[in-house]
Protein backbone atom coordinates (compact mmCIF):
# COMPACT_ATOMS: atom_id res chain seq x y z
CA UNK A 1 0.00 0.00 0.00
CA UNK A 2 2.83 2.34 0.81
CA UNK A 3 4.41 1.89 -2.74
CA UNK A 4 0.76 2.93 -3.99
CA UNK A 5 0.86 6.19 -2.11
CA UNK A 6 4.71 7.13 -3.51
CA UNK A 7 3.17 6.65 -6.83
CA UNK A 8 0.42 9.17 -6.32
CA UNK A 9 3.56 11.43 -4.84
CA UNK A 10 4.99 10.97 -8.78
CA UNK A 11 1.54 11.78 -10.56
CA UNK A 12 1.04 8.10 -11.58
CA UNK A 13 -2.68 6.59 -12.08
CA UNK A 14 -4.20 5.07 -8.55
CA UNK A 15 -6.87 2.14 -9.16
CA UNK A 16 -10.21 3.25 -7.58
CA UNK A 17 -10.00 0.69 -4.95
CA UNK A 18 -6.91 2.83 -3.64
CA UNK A 19 -8.51 6.33 -3.24
CA UNK A 20 -9.58 5.37 0.42
CA UNK A 21 -5.97 4.80 1.31
CA UNK A 22 -4.89 7.87 -0.03
CA UNK A 23 -7.01 10.15 2.28
CA UNK A 24 -4.91 8.33 4.67
CA UNK A 25 -1.19 9.13 3.58
CA UNK A 26 -0.82 12.02 5.99
CA UNK A 27 -1.34 9.91 9.33
CA UNK A 28 0.20 6.98 8.10
CA UNK A 29 3.15 8.96 7.55
CA UNK A 30 2.97 10.46 10.98
CA UNK A 31 2.19 7.08 12.85
CA UNK A 32 5.30 5.56 10.52
CA UNK A 33 7.97 8.02 11.02
CA UNK A 34 6.74 7.05 15.40
CA UNK A 35 6.76 3.77 15.31
CA UNK A 36 10.32 3.31 13.41
CA UNK A 37 12.34 2.63 16.21
CA UNK A 38 9.57 -0.26 16.95
CA UNK A 39 8.98 -1.44 13.44
CA UNK A 40 12.71 -1.61 12.61
CA UNK A 41 13.30 -4.04 15.72
CA UNK A 42 10.59 -6.24 14.32
CA UNK A 43 11.84 -5.95 10.83
CA UNK A 44 15.43 -6.85 12.10
CA UNK A 45 13.32 -9.94 13.46
CA UNK A 46 11.64 -11.19 11.17
CA UNK A 47 11.69 -12.34 7.33
CA UNK A 48 10.75 -9.10 6.34
CA UNK A 49 13.62 -7.61 7.11
CA UNK A 50 14.49 -6.68 3.33
CA UNK A 51 11.57 -5.40 2.89
CA UNK A 52 11.26 -2.97 5.54
CA UNK A 53 14.24 -1.51 4.74
CA UNK A 54 13.32 -0.57 1.58
CA UNK A 55 9.87 0.98 3.01
CA UNK A 56 11.70 2.82 5.55
CA UNK A 57 14.39 4.28 2.95
CA UNK A 58 11.27 5.53 0.85
CA UNK A 59 9.63 6.89 4.01
CA UNK A 60 12.82 8.97 4.56
CA UNK A 61 12.95 10.19 0.86
CA UNK A 62 9.13 11.44 1.32
CA UNK A 63 9.94 12.80 4.05
CA UNK A 64 13.15 14.75 3.28
CA UNK A 65 11.66 15.84 0.24
CA UNK A 66 8.51 17.43 2.08
CA UNK A 67 10.33 19.34 4.73
CA UNK A 68 13.28 20.47 2.35
CA UNK A 69 11.48 21.17 -0.41
CA UNK A 70 10.73 25.18 -0.61
CA UNK A 71 14.40 25.83 0.49
CA UNK A 72 16.14 23.28 -2.70
CA UNK A 73 14.11 24.84 -4.40
CA UNK A 74 15.03 28.62 -3.60
CA UNK A 75 18.84 27.32 -3.91
CA UNK A 76 18.62 25.83 -7.06
CA UNK A 77 16.73 29.22 -8.37
CA UNK A 78 20.34 30.81 -7.10
CA UNK A 79 21.92 28.74 -8.64
CA UNK A 80 20.59 28.33 -12.32
CA UNK A 81 20.78 32.26 -11.96
CA UNK A 82 24.69 32.00 -11.30
CA UNK A 83 25.11 29.67 -14.21
CA UNK A 84 25.60 30.38 -17.82
CA UNK A 85 25.35 28.43 -20.99
CA UNK A 86 28.83 26.52 -21.51
CA UNK A 87 30.17 26.92 -24.72
CA UNK A 88 33.21 24.51 -23.35
CA UNK A 89 33.26 22.49 -20.13
CA UNK A 90 36.86 21.99 -18.89
CA UNK A 91 37.72 19.75 -15.92
CA UNK A 92 41.02 20.71 -13.73
CA UNK A 93 42.89 18.26 -11.82
CA UNK A 94 42.22 20.10 -8.26
CA UNK A 95 37.83 19.51 -8.77
CA UNK A 96 37.18 22.82 -10.24
CA UNK A 97 35.18 22.67 -13.16
CA UNK A 98 35.67 26.10 -15.27
CA UNK A 99 32.97 26.68 -17.67
CA UNK A 100 34.09 28.91 -21.11
CA UNK A 101 31.07 31.36 -21.38
CA UNK A 102 30.32 34.05 -23.88
CA UNK A 103 31.83 37.36 -23.24
CA UNK A 104 28.18 39.00 -24.19
CA UNK A 105 26.55 36.33 -21.69
CA UNK A 106 28.47 36.81 -18.17
CA UNK A 107 26.91 37.50 -14.79
CA UNK A 108 27.86 40.73 -14.92
CA UNK A 109 24.60 41.48 -17.39
CA UNK A 110 22.11 40.71 -14.85
CA UNK A 111 22.68 43.89 -12.82
CA UNK A 112 19.95 46.13 -13.60
CA UNK A 113 22.62 49.35 -14.24
CA UNK A 114 24.69 47.47 -16.56
CA UNK A 115 21.75 45.80 -19.06
CA UNK A 116 22.88 48.39 -21.65
CA UNK A 117 26.17 48.51 -21.00
CA UNK A 118 29.31 48.18 -23.70
CA UNK A 119 32.04 45.96 -23.17
CA UNK A 120 35.23 47.55 -23.02
CA UNK A 121 37.63 45.08 -24.01
CA UNK A 122 41.03 46.70 -23.46
CA UNK A 123 42.23 49.84 -21.26
CA UNK A 124 42.56 53.02 -22.69
CA UNK A 125 45.80 52.97 -21.41
CA UNK A 126 48.40 50.06 -21.17
CA UNK A 127 49.83 50.26 -17.82
CA UNK A 128 52.37 47.73 -18.45
CA UNK A 129 54.70 49.76 -20.51
CA UNK A 130 55.15 51.84 -17.39
CA UNK A 131 58.66 52.20 -16.24
CA UNK A 132 58.50 51.23 -12.93
CA UNK A 133 57.11 47.67 -13.52
CA UNK A 134 59.16 44.69 -13.12
CA UNK A 135 59.62 43.92 -16.34
CA UNK A 136 60.97 47.43 -17.39
CA UNK A 137 62.97 47.32 -14.30
CA UNK A 138 65.08 43.95 -15.21
CA UNK A 139 65.50 45.70 -19.02
CA UNK A 140 66.77 48.24 -17.54
CA UNK A 141 69.54 46.68 -15.18
CA UNK A 142 70.07 44.25 -17.73
CA UNK A 143 68.16 41.58 -15.95
CA UNK A 144 65.36 38.48 -17.10
CA UNK A 145 62.94 38.46 -15.03
CA UNK A 146 62.66 34.85 -12.96
CA UNK A 147 60.49 32.84 -14.85
CA UNK A 148 60.45 30.55 -11.36
CA UNK A 149 58.33 33.44 -9.47
CA UNK A 150 55.27 33.51 -11.69
CA UNK A 151 52.34 31.88 -9.96
CA UNK A 152 49.80 30.16 -12.03
CA UNK A 153 46.21 28.66 -12.38
CA UNK A 154 45.61 24.98 -11.72
CA UNK A 155 42.95 24.72 -14.23
CA UNK A 156 45.07 25.69 -17.13
CA UNK A 157 46.98 22.40 -17.09
CA UNK A 158 43.45 21.10 -18.46
CA UNK A 159 42.73 23.31 -21.21
CA UNK A 160 41.80 26.67 -22.11
CA UNK A 161 38.73 29.06 -23.35
CA UNK A 162 38.67 30.22 -26.91
CA UNK A 163 38.46 34.01 -27.85
CA UNK A 164 35.43 35.11 -27.22
CA UNK A 165 34.60 33.80 -24.19
CA UNK A 166 35.44 34.43 -20.20
CA UNK A 167 36.25 31.58 -18.04
CA UNK A 168 33.82 31.27 -14.65
CA UNK A 169 34.51 28.82 -12.09
CA UNK A 170 31.54 26.78 -11.52
CA UNK A 171 29.77 27.10 -8.57
CA UNK A 172 29.32 23.73 -6.98
CA UNK A 173 25.95 22.29 -5.06
CA UNK A 174 27.20 21.12 -1.82
CA UNK A 175 28.80 24.93 -1.58
CA UNK A 176 25.95 26.75 -1.88
CA UNK A 177 23.75 24.35 -0.10
CA UNK A 178 26.19 25.37 3.03
CA UNK A 179 25.58 28.47 2.43
CA UNK A 180 23.91 30.25 5.70
CA UNK A 181 22.09 32.53 3.35
CA UNK A 182 21.54 32.40 -0.13
CA UNK A 183 21.23 36.05 -0.86
CA UNK A 184 24.36 36.98 0.75
CA UNK A 185 26.34 33.71 -1.08
CA UNK A 186 29.86 35.18 -2.11
CA UNK A 187 29.47 38.59 -0.26
CA UNK A 188 31.54 39.46 3.03
CA UNK A 189 29.75 39.88 6.29
CA UNK A 190 28.55 44.00 7.27
CA UNK A 191 32.00 45.40 8.38
CA UNK A 192 30.51 47.45 11.22
CA UNK A 193 27.66 47.66 13.57
CA UNK A 194 24.96 50.40 13.50
CA UNK A 195 25.91 51.61 17.13
CA UNK A 196 29.30 53.00 15.54
CA UNK A 197 30.41 56.56 15.15
CA UNK A 198 30.26 57.74 11.06
CA UNK A 199 34.04 57.84 10.73
CA UNK A 200 36.17 57.76 8.39
CA UNK A 201 38.98 54.87 7.33
CA UNK A 202 41.62 56.12 9.52
CA UNK A 203 43.46 54.03 12.04
CA UNK A 204 41.00 54.66 14.90
CA UNK A 205 37.83 53.24 12.86
CA UNK A 206 39.09 49.83 11.97
CA UNK A 207 38.85 49.07 15.95
CA UNK A 208 35.29 49.29 14.99
CA UNK A 209 35.11 46.23 12.71
CA UNK A 210 33.27 43.50 13.02
CA UNK A 211 34.75 39.96 13.69
CA UNK A 212 37.66 41.03 11.56
CA UNK A 213 41.43 41.42 12.40
CA UNK A 214 43.45 43.56 9.91
CA UNK A 215 47.33 43.98 9.48
CA UNK A 216 48.21 46.34 6.95
CA UNK A 217 49.63 49.68 5.16
CA UNK A 218 47.50 52.63 4.92
CA UNK A 219 47.94 55.95 2.51
CA UNK A 220 45.13 58.45 2.64
CA UNK A 221 44.64 62.18 1.74
CA UNK A 222 45.08 62.44 -1.66
CA UNK A 223 42.53 61.31 -4.92
CA UNK A 224 44.13 58.07 -5.61
CA UNK A 225 43.11 56.23 -8.56
CA UNK A 226 45.73 53.11 -9.01
CA UNK A 227 46.91 50.83 -6.34
CA UNK A 228 49.42 48.29 -6.81
CA UNK A 229 51.22 45.46 -5.13
CA UNK A 230 53.51 42.22 -5.48
CA UNK A 231 51.99 39.81 -2.70
CA UNK A 232 53.63 37.03 -1.48
CA UNK A 233 51.45 33.70 -2.22
CA UNK A 234 50.50 32.02 1.32
CA UNK A 235 48.43 28.94 2.31
CA UNK A 236 47.35 30.07 5.97
CA UNK A 237 45.48 27.34 8.32
CA UNK A 238 41.86 28.72 8.10
CA UNK A 239 40.37 26.77 11.09
CA UNK A 240 36.26 26.37 10.21
CA UNK A 241 34.71 26.73 7.15
CA UNK A 242 32.74 30.14 8.36
CA UNK A 243 36.33 31.79 8.37
CA UNK A 244 38.76 33.61 5.93
CA UNK A 245 42.07 34.43 5.42
CA UNK A 246 42.83 36.81 2.38
CA UNK A 247 45.84 39.25 1.07
CA UNK A 248 45.17 42.26 -1.07
CA UNK A 249 45.46 45.47 -2.40
CA UNK A 250 43.00 47.81 -1.58
CA UNK A 251 40.68 50.93 -2.42
CA UNK A 252 38.48 52.60 -0.78
CA UNK A 253 36.52 55.85 0.17
CA UNK A 254 33.38 56.79 1.51
CA UNK A 255 32.41 56.77 5.40
CA UNK A 256 33.09 53.78 7.81
CA UNK A 257 29.62 52.77 7.62
CA UNK A 258 28.49 53.57 4.22
CA UNK A 259 32.38 53.14 2.23
CA UNK A 260 32.84 52.07 -1.43
CA UNK A 261 35.75 49.75 -1.81
CA UNK A 262 37.36 47.40 -4.42
CA UNK A 263 40.56 44.82 -3.89
CA UNK A 264 42.15 41.96 -5.25
CA UNK A 265 44.45 39.45 -4.49
CA UNK A 266 44.46 35.71 -2.66
CA UNK A 267 41.95 34.04 -0.76
CA UNK A 268 41.35 31.08 1.53
CA UNK A 269 37.55 30.90 1.93
CA UNK A 270 35.83 27.96 2.68
CA UNK A 271 32.30 29.10 2.80
CA UNK A 272 32.60 30.73 -0.68
CA UNK A 273 34.88 28.20 -2.61
CA UNK A 274 34.26 24.85 -1.03
CA UNK A 275 37.87 24.06 0.45
CA UNK A 276 40.85 25.20 1.71
CA UNK A 277 42.71 26.11 -1.46
CA UNK A 278 44.38 29.52 -2.12
CA UNK A 279 42.47 30.96 -4.72
CA UNK A 280 42.82 34.27 -7.25
CA UNK A 281 40.24 36.64 -5.90
CA UNK A 282 38.74 40.12 -6.80
CA UNK A 283 35.66 42.02 -4.69
CA UNK A 284 33.66 45.23 -4.71
CA UNK A 285 31.12 46.76 -2.18
CA UNK A 286 29.39 50.09 -2.64
CA UNK A 287 28.25 50.17 1.01
CA UNK A 288 30.27 48.26 3.38
CA UNK A 289 28.72 44.98 2.32
CA UNK A 290 25.87 45.44 3.48
CA UNK A 291 23.56 44.48 0.79
CA UNK A 292 25.92 44.97 -2.42
CA UNK A 293 29.38 43.40 -3.69
CA UNK A 294 30.65 40.15 -3.46
CA UNK A 295 34.08 38.15 -5.02
CA UNK A 296 34.09 37.47 -7.86
CA UNK A 297 31.37 36.65 -10.63
CA UNK A 298 28.94 35.23 -7.95
CA UNK A 299 26.75 38.05 -8.00
CA UNK A 300 26.32 40.52 -11.66
CA UNK A 301 29.23 43.52 -11.13
CA UNK A 302 32.33 42.58 -12.32
CA UNK A 303 32.91 42.73 -16.07
CA UNK A 304 35.60 40.27 -17.38
CA UNK A 305 37.47 40.24 -20.51
CA UNK A 306 40.33 38.02 -20.45
CA UNK A 307 39.88 34.37 -21.60
CA UNK A 308 43.00 33.56 -19.32
CA UNK A 309 41.77 34.08 -16.01
CA UNK A 310 39.54 32.43 -13.83
CA UNK A 311 38.49 33.58 -10.85
CA UNK A 312 38.13 32.01 -8.03
CA UNK A 313 41.06 29.97 -9.29
CA UNK A 314 43.52 28.07 -7.66
CA UNK A 315 46.84 29.37 -7.90
CA UNK A 316 50.47 27.60 -8.04
CA UNK A 317 53.23 27.46 -6.37
CA UNK A 318 52.59 28.15 -3.31
CA UNK A 319 55.48 29.85 -0.89
CA UNK A 320 56.77 27.65 1.80
CA UNK A 321 59.37 28.45 4.46
CA UNK A 322 62.39 27.10 2.95
CA UNK A 323 61.00 27.20 -0.70
CA UNK A 324 61.35 30.38 -3.08
CA UNK A 325 58.79 32.70 -2.31
CA UNK A 326 55.93 33.42 -5.10
CA UNK A 327 54.25 36.35 -5.60
CA UNK A 328 51.08 37.94 -7.26
CA UNK A 329 51.34 41.38 -9.14
CA UNK A 330 47.62 42.93 -8.67
CA UNK A 331 46.96 46.43 -10.30
CA UNK A 332 44.09 48.33 -9.87
CA UNK A 333 43.79 51.32 -12.20
CA UNK A 334 40.96 53.48 -13.39
CA UNK A 335 40.71 54.26 -16.88
CA UNK A 336 40.30 57.98 -17.39
CA UNK A 337 38.39 58.48 -20.66
CA UNK A 338 35.31 55.49 -19.33
CA UNK A 339 36.02 55.52 -15.43
CA UNK A 340 36.28 51.36 -15.20
CA UNK A 341 38.01 50.25 -12.31
CA UNK A 342 40.67 47.67 -14.42
CA UNK A 343 42.18 44.83 -12.55
CA UNK A 344 45.67 43.63 -13.53
CA UNK A 345 47.01 40.62 -13.03
CA UNK A 346 51.15 39.89 -13.57
CA UNK A 347 52.25 43.40 -15.14
CA UNK A 348 50.56 41.35 -18.38
CA UNK A 349 46.58 40.14 -18.00
CA UNK A 350 44.01 42.69 -17.91
CA UNK A 351 41.43 40.57 -16.33
CA UNK A 352 38.10 43.10 -16.59
CA UNK A 353 37.04 46.08 -14.19
CA UNK A 354 34.13 47.21 -12.48
CA UNK A 355 32.00 49.88 -14.72
CA UNK A 356 31.22 53.56 -12.59
CA UNK A 357 27.77 52.39 -12.46
CA UNK A 358 28.16 50.38 -9.64
CA UNK A 359 29.47 52.87 -7.16
CA UNK A 360 29.08 56.22 -6.09
CA UNK A 361 31.85 58.45 -5.08
CA UNK A 362 34.66 55.20 -6.06
CA UNK A 363 32.92 55.94 -9.79
CA UNK A 364 35.87 58.60 -9.74
CA UNK A 365 38.22 58.27 -6.99
CA UNK A 366 39.57 56.64 -4.03
CA UNK A 367 40.35 58.13 -0.37
CA UNK A 368 42.43 56.03 0.88
CA UNK A 369 44.73 52.59 -0.58
CA UNK A 370 45.59 49.82 2.28
CA UNK A 371 47.79 46.45 1.43
CA UNK A 372 48.19 43.78 3.90
CA UNK A 373 45.96 40.98 5.22
CA UNK A 374 42.36 40.07 7.06
CA UNK A 375 41.23 37.88 8.76
CA UNK A 376 37.12 36.82 9.46
CA UNK A 377 35.85 34.97 12.63
CA UNK A 378 33.62 35.33 14.73
CA UNK A 379 36.29 34.48 17.72
CA UNK A 380 38.43 37.36 17.18
CA UNK A 381 38.44 39.98 20.12
CA UNK A 382 37.78 37.49 22.66
CA UNK A 383 39.41 34.17 24.16
CA UNK A 384 39.57 31.27 22.82
CA UNK A 385 41.12 33.07 19.96
CA UNK A 386 40.57 31.02 16.35
CA UNK A 387 43.64 29.27 15.18
CA UNK A 388 43.04 31.17 11.24
CA UNK A 389 45.95 32.28 10.33
CA UNK A 390 46.85 35.71 8.44
CA UNK A 391 49.67 35.83 5.63
CA UNK A 392 52.17 32.51 6.53
CA UNK A 393 50.90 32.39 9.74
CA UNK A 394 54.25 33.74 10.86
CA UNK A 395 54.77 36.60 12.74
CA UNK A 396 56.51 39.46 10.48
CA UNK A 397 60.15 38.48 9.96
CA UNK A 398 62.34 40.90 7.88
CA UNK A 399 65.24 39.01 8.41
CA UNK A 400 64.02 35.47 7.12
CA UNK A 401 61.61 36.55 5.11
CA UNK A 402 58.85 33.71 6.36
CA UNK A 403 56.01 35.45 6.70
CA UNK A 404 53.53 37.09 4.75
CA UNK A 405 55.12 40.31 2.35
CA UNK A 406 53.70 43.31 0.00
CA UNK A 407 56.62 44.59 -2.00
CA UNK A 408 57.10 47.54 -4.67
CA UNK A 409 53.74 49.14 -3.38
CA UNK A 410 52.64 51.84 -5.89
CA UNK A 411 49.88 54.61 -5.87
CA UNK A 412 48.82 56.84 -8.64
CA UNK A 413 47.07 60.44 -7.26
CA UNK A 414 46.43 63.35 -9.34
CA UNK A 415 50.70 63.82 -10.68
CA UNK A 416 49.62 61.25 -12.36
CA UNK A 417 53.05 59.30 -11.28
CA UNK A 418 52.62 55.60 -10.31
CA UNK A 419 54.82 56.08 -6.78
CA UNK A 420 54.96 55.23 -3.79
CA UNK A 421 53.59 57.20 -1.14
CA UNK A 422 54.79 60.04 0.39
CA UNK A 423 52.47 59.40 4.08
CA UNK A 424 51.63 55.61 5.19
CA UNK A 425 50.77 54.64 8.61
CA UNK A 426 51.15 50.34 9.81
CA UNK A 427 48.60 48.97 11.96
CA UNK A 428 47.26 45.59 13.45
CA UNK A 429 44.03 45.41 14.80
CA UNK A 430 45.43 42.61 17.26
CA UNK A 431 49.16 42.88 17.57
CA UNK A 432 49.60 39.44 19.80
CA UNK A 433 47.40 37.29 17.09
CA UNK A 434 48.61 39.11 13.79
CA UNK A 435 51.49 41.63 13.61
CA UNK A 436 52.65 44.04 10.96
CA UNK A 437 56.05 45.53 10.63
CA UNK A 438 56.83 48.20 7.82
CA UNK A 439 60.64 48.61 6.62
CA UNK A 440 62.28 51.44 4.87
CA UNK A 441 65.20 52.40 6.09
CA UNK A 442 68.45 50.32 3.98
CA UNK A 443 66.00 49.49 1.42
CA UNK A 444 65.50 51.57 -1.77
CA UNK A 445 61.88 50.31 -1.75
CA UNK A 446 59.76 50.00 1.24
CA UNK A 447 58.50 46.58 2.06
CA UNK A 448 55.69 45.58 4.70
CA UNK A 449 55.77 42.00 6.67
CA UNK A 450 52.57 41.20 8.07
CA UNK A 451 50.59 37.76 9.16
CA UNK A 452 50.81 35.64 12.51
CA UNK A 453 49.33 32.31 13.38
CA UNK A 454 46.30 33.64 15.69
CA UNK A 455 45.67 31.70 18.76
CA UNK A 456 48.93 31.81 20.41
CA UNK A 457 50.38 31.63 23.89
CA UNK A 458 50.19 36.50 23.55
CA UNK A 459 46.91 35.52 21.80
CA UNK A 460 44.58 33.33 24.10
Keep these: MLLVHLLALQGAAVPPKHHAAMVELPNKLFQFCVEQPKLRREFFMGKRFLLGMLVVTLIVIVCGAVEGGSLSKQKSLRMNSLRKQAIKSIRSEDGD ?33 DEHSKKATAEREGKEEKNSMVVKQTWRK ?12 R ?16 RKKPMFSQENAQLPFTRSSHTLLTN ?28 FDDEYSTSQVALLTGPYYNFEAIESGWAVNPGVYGDRQTRLFVYWTADASEKTGCFDLTCPGFVQTSNEIALG ?9 NGLPYEIIMFLFRDFKTDN ?47 TAMGSGRFPDFISGTSGWVKRMRV ?49
Excluded at 104 to 119: E, G, K, V
Excluded at 177 to 182: D, F, G, P, T, V
Excluded at 343 to 371: C, D, K, M, R
Aim: glycine fraction near 8%; charged fraction near 20%; hydrophobic fraction near 30%.
Design 158 to 169: SGSCPEGTIPIR
Design 171 to 186: IQKHVLLKAESIERYG
Design 341 to 387: WWVQYGESINIGYWPPELFSALSHTAETVQWGGEVYSTKIGRPPHTR
Design 97 to 129: IIDCVSIYDQPAFDHPALRNHTIQLAPTYDPTI
Design 313 to 321: SAIYPISTP
Design 212 to 239: RSKAFLLTAGNNYNAAKGDIKVCNPRVE
Design 412 to 460: RDNSMVLMFPGWVEHYSDEYDCYDVDFIRDYLDDPELYYGGPGKNPRCP
